[in-house]
Every structure is written in C-alpha cells, then in structure tokens.
C-alpha cells in the first residue's frame, strides 16, 4: 500500500492521515510531539525531517518503520453495540467519553488484531460513545439478573449504574465482577485518592472537567478559581453545562450536592443557562453565542477554534474527574490476562494521557498529569446509591433548570 511519506511531510499530516504511527514516535522517543497539544501548536509546522534531524534519528530508518506499521496495522476501529442483549457474547464492551472513543478503538483494534495473528486469540469487542448509551444502556443493566447477561470485562464512564447498590451487591459483593491489578498512582492520583483502596474497580483514567470563560461575556465579573465560585449570584444565567432533553450531566451534580447539599444544587440551577453537548459548546463559543462558563471536558476545550477568547480555568480545587472504570469477572481473570495486562498498561495509558485524560500511572509523562484533580471519594460512593442520589438531586435541580 503507497504511503507517500517522505521528509518533507508535517507531523500532524502523518498522524493525521496514519493514526496507528503515533506509537513509532512515542517507541523512538518523540512522543512529547504527538500529544494532542503538540499536534495543535507545534506539529502542524514541523516537518518529519527536521524533527529526525534535531534528534540524530536516522530519516529513511525511521520512514521505513512508519511504512511497515502502517502496512501490517491498518486503520481499523472496533465496532459499535449491536444490541443490548448482543453484550453477553462480548469479551469487552467500552462505554467511553467522546474525547476518547476513537483513539481507544483505534488502539485496541491494533492491538486485538496484533494479539490475533501472535497468539490466536479472537476477542469480540464492541466500543461505544457513553452519551450514546447514557440513558438506554444502564437502565437496561438495571433488569439484569445473572452475569452471563453481561460482557467478560466492562469499561464505562462516569458515575453509572455500575457505581449503583443494586449492580454492587448483586456482582461486586459476591466476586462475580472486581478489579484488575493495583496499578501504581502518581501525584495527582494520589492526592486525590482516586484509586479505588478495596480493589473492586479499576480506573483507567478520569475525564477532567474544566471551566471555560468567554471573556467577551465577563461583564467586569472576575474569574472564578474554584467549583464553589460558580455558584456565586453574579452568574445568575450564565453558566452552560452537559446537558439537554431533560437531562444534566451528574459529574458535575454530584459533586455540588456533596459539597454544599440541596443549597449548591439550587444555586447551580439559577445559574445554568442552558445544557449542552460538550460540541456544541464549542461550536457557541466559537460563534460568540450567549453564556459567560462552560463546564466541559478539557479534551473538548482544547478544540475551541479562538483561543484568544477564553480563559481555560483549571480550578485550584482541580478538575472534576469523572471516571472511566474497568470491571472484569473474576472467572474470566486468567483466560483475558494478556488483554487485561494491555488495558491496565503504560502503553494503552500514554495513549489515554495524551488525549487529555489523566491516568494513575506514575510513570507517564504528558501535561494533565501534573495537574489537580477533584474526586467524589469511595466513601461516598459506597455510602449513597447513585442512581437513587441522582433521581433525589434531579427533583431540587430540575425544576429550577431551564
């Protein structure tokens, strides 16, 4: 297959157009130049040849790794859900934020097709958009009885039904689902205290929620440093979070209902002036439309086309980490090890970390690993049954929304 890849082509053009290359720069020790914030600012004028040449990296060499990944690792994604009860049969099902469903997919489709041809191993795999399944899919998991109704191993996003009594004391309590591996956390993990300490869930990584400010929309009102800060009066409609159809997004409920109760959770409602898809607010930003603080995904304020009208407000007390959870049946632990070792590992990892979602591992470099991050805690999670919580927290919010 013709690559056409020669010296002269940008960084960002190779990824661009050969995704699954990303691992031969991060392997050869540029991967500082494939993160999504290099591939922003800098790889999109840097040319392959003076990158190689900075570094003493032998051109035609390393060309020839890139043509031979691209080769024998073709871009393929893993496929969608095709139906609820289609789950059973799977070996893995991913539920993931938006940011990170396509360079999950992408990486562990190479992966399983890599795992394929080296050991024979064939794993059924389905990966969707959480928002896609939000509603539908985890009310589904709620009718469930038995875990032959589930997928071998669950990954999913943000604080969901897997979170839930019913789902904990019916497959966690007895064993038939639990964690995989104690991975090693690193600051920011740590200080937060996001690993789970009774070992029954795995987290991959968080998606970390931002504010943004338009500051065309200030109106003299100083930025907000902290999550308790926009519940000030001054931003009385003027804040835009997830949310739309009658749903708002509980990764940012929540954590207002535990710090200051149904109060916080009022004082948020007057503030919201609409819910939004994390696209869609970039897209109002970019258009200059009402709303003064987005509540957003960090991944998704990086794509905001003029930077130079927000304020990217990493609050002191941290981002908001949602989480994204791996859960594995005990009994299937040993027969998916090398996929489970793949899942849990610094590769799929620096990946994750390089899209923007901090992940727990001390040892992976990129830039949202060095920064705060603010965390439910498991005592609460354990304490309170989430989806009896949000049902409690949606009747004070909802009808003070818009």
């Known amino acids: 297959m013709p690559t056409n890849i020669h010296a002269d082509l940008k960084i960002y053009e190779i990824i661009q157009r050969f995704p699954q290359t990303q691992w031969v720069f991060v392997t050869n020790g540029l991967g500082a130049l494939v993160t999504d914030d290099a591939m922003r600012v800098l790889a999109p004028f840097l040319t392959l040849g003076t990158a190689l040449k900075s570094r003493f990296i032998n051109i035609e060499a390393f060309i020839d790794m890139l043509e031979d990944t691209i080769t024998r690792n073709p871009v393929i994604d893993t496929p969608g859900l095709v139906s609820m009860e289609a789950q059973k049969d799977l070996s893995l099902l991913g539920l993931m934020p938006c940011g990170l469903k396509m360079p999950f997919s992408r990486a562990f489709s190479q992966f399983l097709n890599e795992l394929q041809a080296k050991e024979g191993l064939c794993i059924q795999a389905a990966v969707e958009g959480n928002v896609n399944q939000e509603l539908s899919y985890y009310s589904y998991v709620d009718t469930i009885e038995s875990k032959d109704e589930l997928p071998d191993i669950i990954v999913s996003a943000d604080f969901n039904v897997f979170l839930g009594h019913r789902f904990y004391n019916r497959f966690v309590v007895p064993g038939h689902f639990t964690a995989y591996s104690a991975l090693p956390a690193g600051p920011n993990f740590s200080d937060a205290q996001i690993l789970d300490p009774e070992n029954e869930y795995t987290i991959l990584c968080v998606n970390p929620l931002v ?28 804040l835009i979070i997830r949310g739309g159809d009658g749903f708002y997004c509980h990764a940012v409920l929540l954590p207002t209902f535990k710090a200051s109760g149904n109060k916080g959770i009022e004082a948020l409602a007057a503030n919201v002036l609409e819910g939004l898809h994390p696209a869609q607010m970039v897209n109002r930003i970019d258009n200059n439309g009402p709303g003064a603080l987005y509540v957003m995904p960090a991944f998704f304020a990086d794509r905001i086309r003029h930077q130079e009208r ?28 090398p996929v489970l070792d793949y899942l849990v590992g610094s590769q799929l990892a620096q990946i994750l970390a390089g899209a923007g979602f901090p992940v727990p591992h001390a ?15 498991w005592n609460f999670l354990r304490q309170n049954d989430l989806p009896a919580l949000n049902v409690e927290i949606d009747k004070v919010f909802m009808p003070l929304a818009p």
């Open 211 to 238: 504010v943004v400010a338009n500051l065309d929309k200030l109106k003299n009102r100083d930025l907000p440093h902290t999550w308790d800060d926009i519940l000030a009066p001054e931003w009385k409609k003027s």
């Open 310 to 337: 927000i304020k990217v407000i990493w609050p002191d007390d941290g981002a908001l980490a949602s989480p994204v959870i791996l859960q594995v049946k005990s009994e299937k632990k040993e027969e998916l090890k």
């Open 363 to 377: 040892d992976v470099s990129a830039e949202v690993q060095t920064k705060p991050l603010k965390w439910l805690g």
